[in-house]
């Protein structure tokens, strides 16, 4: 037996059914989306950054209903993400770097390369006029919320066990619950 075929017990030849693969990519992008999210709206100061002119232009403030609701549109993306690696699935799943060749796409495609001018983009750092560094800044979010994102999926995928999928599921409904509690106290205390 190859260690290919040992890293990935749970398999079938051609990977995970597209159900499964967007049920867990959805739950593990929201997770790694909430927690980053977290992270950096805490260590880069976001109230602060979002509320500057420039800024507040075209960033919606963290007090924003659509800001605080944002984590419950993550499975949207899930799907997105997951129709993208489907047809990817024997590339991506039950091969021992298939997290690796997820995050770089995801890198390169989702964040450098994008179409259009999106911050911290190629594209951004030439069009727009936001400073480059400052629209760097923006990846001590996006590039470990994409590198989570492919080491959970390609794992949970790979290795599928029922206490973790209890537990992802358990976490992804708490993060679900909590824009949620969040939007009905916002407009309880109006």
Same mark, same amino acid.
């Given at each position: 037996?190859?260690?290919?075929?040992?890293?990935?017990?749970?398999?079938?030849?051609?990977?995970?059914?597209?159900?499964?693969? +967007? &049920?867990?990519?959805? =739950? %593990?992008?929201?997770?790694?989306?909430?927690?980053?999210?977290?992270f950096? *709206?805490?260590? $880069?100061?976001?109230?602060?950054? +979002? &509320?500057?002119?420039? =800024? %507040?232009?075209?960033?919606?403030?963290?007090?924003?209903?659509?800001?605080? *609701?944002?984590p $419950?549109?993550?499975?949207?993306?899930?799907?997105?993400?997951?129709? %993208?690696?489907?047809?990817?699935?024997?590339?991506?799943?039950?091969?021992?770097?298939?997290? $690796?060749v997820?995050?770089?796409?995801l890198?390169?495609?989702?964040?450098?390369?994008?179409?259009?001018?999106?911050?911290?983009?190629?594209?951004?750092?030439?069009?727009?006029?936001?400073?480059?560094?400052?629209?760097?800044?923006?990846?001590?979010?996006?590039?470990?919320?994409?590198?989570?994102?492919?080491?959970?999926?390609?794992?949970?995928?790979?290795?599928?066990?029922?206490?973790?999928?209890?537990?992802?599921?358990?976490?992804?409904?708490?993060?679900?619950?909590?824009?949620?509690?969040?939007?009905?106290?916002?407009?309880?205390?109006?």
């Amino acid at each position: 037996m190859t260690e290919e075929a040992m890293d990935a017990p749970a398999l079938s030849s051609t990977g995970p059914g597209f159900l499964s693969l +967007f &049920a867990k990519t959805a =739950v %593990a992008h929201t997770i790694t989306y909430f927690c980053m999210g977290i992270f950096a *709206a805490t260590a $880069l100061h976001y109230k602060e950054e +979002f &509320a500057r002119p420039e =800024v %507040a232009c075209w960033m919606r403030q963290l007090n924003d209903p659509w800001v605080m *609701a944002g984590p $419950l549109f993550q499975p949207l993306r899930g799907l997105i993400f997951a129709l %993208a690696f489907y047809p990817l699935r024997s590339v991506l799943f039950g091969k021992k770097h298939g997290w $690796l060749v997820m995050w770089w796409l995801l890198v390169a495609l989702g964040i450098l390369g994008t179409f259009g001018p999106a911050p911290a983009s190629l594209e951004g750092m030439i069009y727009t006029t936001a400073p480059p560094l400052g629209q760097m800044r923006g990846w001590i979010e996006v590039v470990p919320q994409a590198l989570f994102l492919s080491v959970i999926l390609c794992y949970w995928v790979n290795h599928p066990k029922k206490w973790l999928n209890w537990t992802l599921g358990v976490i992804f409904f708490l993060m679900m619950g909590l824009p949620v509690l969040g939007l009905l106290t916002r407009n309880v205390a109006r």
